[in-house]
T-cell receptor, first 111, second 115 residues
Framework: QKEVEQDPGPLSVPEGAIVSLNCTYSNSAFQYFMWYRQYSRKGPELLMYTYSSGNKEDGRFTAQVDKSSKYISLFIRDSQPSDSATYLCAPGTGGGNKLTFGTGTQLKVEL | DAGITQSPRHKVTETGTPVTLRCHQTENHRYMYWYRQDPGHGLRLIHYSYGVKDTDKGEVSDGYSVSRSKTEDFLLTLESATSSQTSVYFC??????????????FGDGTRLSIL
């Protein structure tokens, strides 16, 4: 079993929809939780960075962490075609320098 | 791209040849990392550096070596390339602020094909 599990998709939604992307993990030592967005043939781009349990909001994006159930979510409101990308969850220890990446969920937002 | 340049961006080479990939940063960050990304596996850490001449192994370090002689440069070497090392290689950097390590930022990758 992988340390971080993520549904690969593809997930296809209409423009304007609310998108929910999820990860589960098994290592209870994870304290930092990142979401990266990766466009085709580009490097991962940091989207959200949270510490411990709770919610963090940034514009149309909300990251949610439930450490008791080892469950991480990213919500995208009013989704746009430009949100079409692969989303990687990456929990870790030691702040930002010890990350374990999920395999990514491919999202397609259609007009 | 957070001041990270990877070179070359694409390379095709033959089995058994040595290959060196370069990562150059202009951010003066302490940490540098090399990952490979393969379908079904996600990003896997090969090696990382926590300072000049200070490096350590990651999850998939066999067949790879690294060197960091300057803060800004981190080199990844495949001593004798094999077809299983065909992949997309990403460099990342991060830093520490007030004792707290900061998130990693990535370059745009090197596509390496070994025939």
């Amino acid at each position: 079993q992988k340390e971080v599990e993520q549904d690969p998709g593809p997930l296809s939604v209409p423009e304007g929809a609310i998108v929910s992307l999820n990860c589960t993990y098994s290592n209870s030592a994870f304290q930092y939780f990142m979401w990266y967005r990766q466009y085709s043939r580009k490097g991962p781009e940091l989207l959200m960075y949270t510490y411990s349990s709770g919610n963090k909001e940034d514009g149309r994006f909300t990251a949610q962490v439930d450490k008791s159930s080892k469950y991480i979510s990213l919500f995208i409101r009013d989704s746009q075609p430009s949100d079409s990308a692969t989303y990687l969850c990456a929990p870790g220890t030691g702040g930002g320098n010890k990350l374990t990446f999920g395999t990514g969920t491919q999202l397609k937002v259609e007009l | 791209d957070a001041g990270i340049t990877q070179s070359p961006r694409h390379k095709v080479t033959e089995t058994g040849t040595p290959v060196t990939l370069r990562c150059h940063q202009t951010e003066n960050h302490r940490y540098m990392y090399w990952y490979r990304q393969d379908p079904g596996h996600g990003l896997r850490l090969i090696h990382y550096s926590y300072g000049v001449k200070d490096t350590d192994k990651g999850e998939v370090s066999d067949g790879y070596s690294v060197s960091r002689s300057k803060t800004e440069d981190f080199l990844l070497t495949l001593e004798s390339a094999t077809s299983s090392q065909t992949s997309v290689y990403f460099c990342a950097i991060s830093d520490s602020r007030t004792g707290v390590d900061q998130p990693q930022h990535f370059g745009d990758g090197t596509r390496l094909s070994i025939l």
